[in-house]
């Protein structure tokens, strides 16, 4: 099970962290993503970490503004998101990849929270 929380309003130029914490399995044995989707939009995936915690992916529109982490003692995931612009506007969902690699295949995923960058 996945639980995404973290989300809200702020201001383009703003920051915001986003947590996915897991439960019922080990983030070691599984990648986990986040993919995001916006009102009209398809969904696009943003970041990945794989089980190993080694590497990790970005979508070209996130590069060098989000990050992802992981603590494995709390079993949590998380999406720093810097220098946010009002495109990055949408509902972000964290999953549970099938593989330890980023294959993009969900096996899972939570409920989204809300990212809103307006000013």
């Known amino acids: 099970q996945l639980q995404a929380s973290g989300g809200g309003l702020v201001q383009p130029g703003g920051s915001l962290k986003l947590s996915c914490a897991a439960s019922g399995f080990a983030l070691d044995d599984y990648a986990i993503g986040w993919w995001r989707q916006a009102p009209g939009k398809s969904r696009e995936g943003v970041s990945c970490?794989?089980?190993?915690?080694?590497?990790?992916f970005y979508a070209d529109s996130v590069k060098g503004r989000f990050t992802i982490s992981r603590d494995s003692v709390k079993n949590t995931v998380y999406l720093q998101m810097d220098s946010l612009k009002p495109e990055d506007t949408a509902v972000y969902y964290c999953?549970?990849?099938?593989?330890?690699?980023?294959?993009?295949?969900?096996?899972?995923w939570g409920q989204g929270t809300q990212v809103t960058v307006s000013s």
């Open positions: 999953f549970k990849d099938l593989y330890a690699y980023c294959s993009g295949d969900p096996g899972g």
């Open positions: 970490i794989t089980g190993s915690g080694d590497t990790t």
